[in-house]
């Protein structure tokens, strides 16, 4: 009556499952996984009487799980069991009811050799170079003068001392804002991706280092991590990848903007030498100034040629030499004036002495004289009709004028 009431076991409030029934059918339902093979990395070691407890870790990501093994089968694995050990491991899923906790009990352990850890990396540096992680135009310049750099290596290790004592013999103002993180073993991927993103979310920080000395492949596998290679592709802070000595080639190398074959290269990469900085400089105020004497060289010897030439040497020279040709032209100019003016004068005079033949003057002179009436209009008498009789006439003659008075006209006049 109750179960009807309350629908199906768990379903609801009213009809709850107890504990022991969950943790019962969640271990039921973990026994039907079966047998699995499942790879990663060994951490916490420890060995208790005839079994040992272990947890195998996920190095591309921040998951784990505990497993157990005999001792037997630890100690005759094909390799010492070590924390950070790849492995590959048969096991099976395992749930304790009592604890509510999830296992796998071992029954197999192998190690994964070199051959297929570089086989793993292989694979892995074709997948991110097809997604063009490696493209060089991707790569991002370095500063010439950071302000701040961020180093990420071991605490106190060879990689630490290397980059700080050249970085500082180099340029002695240098600032470095340091990161420790382990750099091999299970832990390594995760706090150097911490640390990552630490500094290139710090707007201060201008370039960062991963710096780590050589090794073995093991060793520095956690740099061929495909979380660590995406997430420095993923920075907007140029990023320099110093890992191992010039043989190595971690993935880290091909996914930075600047591999550094060394730390100590990596000092000598992210910043300028003083020594060699001044004497460029030096270098670059003599070239100036010997560039500069010569091209006042150049311009005195262009300003001398210039001078030399005979409208500079001597201005008025231009003028003496017009002078005669000036002198002559005037000459000819009043030459030519004058025989203009006397030839005019001439022509003048002969045209008076025309005019003066032709004049009344002239005519007068000759024996002939000019009548005209006097009677208010003076008029030059052209008729005997002009001068009945009794009027009053002036006879005008050569020497002067006289008066007369008309008595008609005379017939047969000349």
């Known amino acids: 009556m109750n179960a009807a009431a309350g629908g199906a076991p768990g379903a609801s409030a009213e009809n709850p499952f107890p504990v022991r029934a969950v943790a019962i059918r969640v271990a039921s339902w973990i026994e039907k996984l079966g047998v699995v093979w499942v790879e990663g990395q060994l951490t916490e070691i420890r060995a208790r009487g005839a079994t040992t407890y272990m947890v195998l870790r996920d190095p591309a990501a921040d998951m784990s799980v505990r497993v157990t093994a005999s001792s037997d089968l630890v100690r005759n694995a094909p390799v010492q069991l070590t924390e950070g050990t790849q492995v590959v491991v048969c096991g099976k899923p395992q749930f304790d009811p009592r604890r509510g906790s999830f296992s796998l009990r071992l029954s197999e352990i192998r190690a994964v050799g070199l051959g297929e850890l570089l086989a793993r990396i292989e694979r892995l540096r074709r997948l991110l170079d097809a997604e063009g992680l490696f493209d060089p135009r991707l790569k ?82 956690p740099f061929s991590d495909e979380t660590l290679c995406r997430a420095i592709a993923a920075c907007r802070t140029p990023v320099i990848s110093a890992v191992g000595h010039e043989p190595d080639n971690p993935l880290c190398d091909l996914v930075a903007d600047v591999r550094a074959a060394t730390p100590t290269d990596a000092a000598k990469k992210v910043v300028p030498d003083t020594a060699a900085e001044l004497a460029r400089v030096a270098e670059l105020r003599h070239r100036s100034a010997r560039a500069l004497r010569n091209w006042v060289g150049r311009e005195q010897h262009t300003l001398g040629q210039l001078r030399s030439r005979p ?104």
């Open 140 to 221: 991002r310049p370095l500063p010439f003068l950071p302000n701040l750099i961020g180093l990420i290596t071991g605490r106190g290790g060879a990689a630490e001392h290397d980059v700080t004592t050249v970085a500082a013999a180099r340029w002695p103002a240098v600032r470095f804002a340091i990161r420790n993180t382990a750099v091999q073993g299970t832990n390594a991927v995760v706090q150097i991706v911490e640390a990552l993103r630490e500094l290139d979310g710090d707007p201060k920080v201008d370039v960062i280092v991963i710096a780590r000395g050589g090794g073995s492949v093991e060793d520095l596998l």
């Open 311 to 414: 409208a500079l040497a001597d201005p008025a020279r231009m003028i003496t030499e017009r002078v005669a040709e000036v002198q002559r032209a005037r000459a000819t100019a009043r030459r030519d004036i004058t025989r203009l003016v006397a030839a005019e004068a001439e022509r003048v005079g002969h045209l008076g002495a025309r005019l003066t033949t032709l004049g009344p003057a002239a005519t007068l002179a000759r024996g002939y004289a000019v009548v005209q009436a006097v009677d208010g209009s003076a008029a030059v008498l052209r008729s005997t009709a002009d001068a009945p009789e009794g009027t009053t006439l002036r006879i005008r003659v050569a020497d002067g004028a006289l008066g007369a008075v008309s008595t008609g006209r005379e017939d047969g006049a000349a």
